[in-house]
């Protein structure tokens, strides 16, 4: 069974500019959540998707958006760069939404996204 | 806000001795409590999780962790490590099923051969 995908694995973009990021979850499995993981801060939960509707935001701008489609694919997007938001943002899927009861999260390898 | 606290950002340790990292959580009502690893170049995966019931938690590779209410606690632990434990440790805490997790920064391990 292929695990989480995520593309691209590594990007480089100046401050201002938009970027777009792909998670494939294991096939299956209907709910995406987004985290962002910076050094020393553990990881910031971002959103969650369940069946093509955010279901759960994290204390992330504006600037951060997110969708998924209904393939279960869920795309991230972060508009008007900043230095700041240069980090690794994982993907994890799940069968069900939430984080309870066997509902494992299983994690995808990240995108590096580094701002200049 | 809920927050996850781990003490040790860095633990370094020789191969057979005994581990246990430390996780402190802020939130007084029922939790959920996880603990996953990240190896070196692979992804974050679940090591143990804490729903209900007996307060000693057992994982994969030999690992455990114990609930500890009274203190907001759930200190993972290995009574001997080896070097192939080198990785970095996350706690999470959620407070309920529904919710999304609550991450510490983390703590990484070196194990020395």
């Known amino acids: 069974k292929a695990g989480v995908t995520q593309t691209p694995r590594y990007l480089i973009k100046t401050r201002g500019q938009q970027v777009t990021l792909s998670c494939s979850p294991i096939?299956?499995?209907?709910?995406v959540s987004w985290y962002q993981q910076t050094p020393g801060q553990g990881l910031q939960f971002l959103f969650e998707?369940?069946?093509?509707?955010?279901?759960n935001k994290g204390n992330f701008p504006g600037r951060f958006s997110g969708r998924q489609f209904s393939n279960s694919r869920s795309e991230m997007n972060v508009s008007t760069l900043e230095l700041g938001d240069s980090a690794l943002y994982l993907c994890?899927?799940?069968?069900?939404?939430?984080?309870?009861?066997?509902?494992?999260?299983?994690f995808g390898p990240g995108t590096r996204l580094t701002v200049l | 806000a809920q927050s996850v606290s781990q003490h040790n950002h860095h633990v370094i340790l020789s191969e057979a001795a005994s581990l246990e990292l430390g996780c402190n959580y802020s939130?007084?009502?029922?939790?959920?409590l996880f603990w996953y690893v990240q190896y070196p170049g692979q992804h974050l995966q679940l090591l143990l999780k804490?729903?209900?019931?007996d307060p000693l938690v057992k994982g994969i590779k030999g690992f455990e962790a114990e609930f500890i209410k009274s203190k907001f606690s759930f200190n993972l632990r290995k009574p001997s490590v080896q070097w192939s434990d080198t990785a970095e440790y996350f706690c999470?805490?959620?407070?309920?099923?529904?919710?999304?997790?609550?991450w510490g920064a983390g703590t990484k391990l070196i194990i020395k051969p």
């Open positions: 994890a899927s799940s069968l069900g939404p939430g984080t309870g009861g066997n509902n494992e999260q299983f």
């Open positions: 096939s299956g499995h209907r709910s």
């Open positions: 998707y369940f069946s093509e509707t955010q279901r």
């Open positions: 939130y007084g009502g029922t939790v959920n």
């Open positions: 804490y729903f209900s019931g």
């Open positions: 999470a805490v959620n407070e309920g099923s529904n919710y999304q997790l609550i």
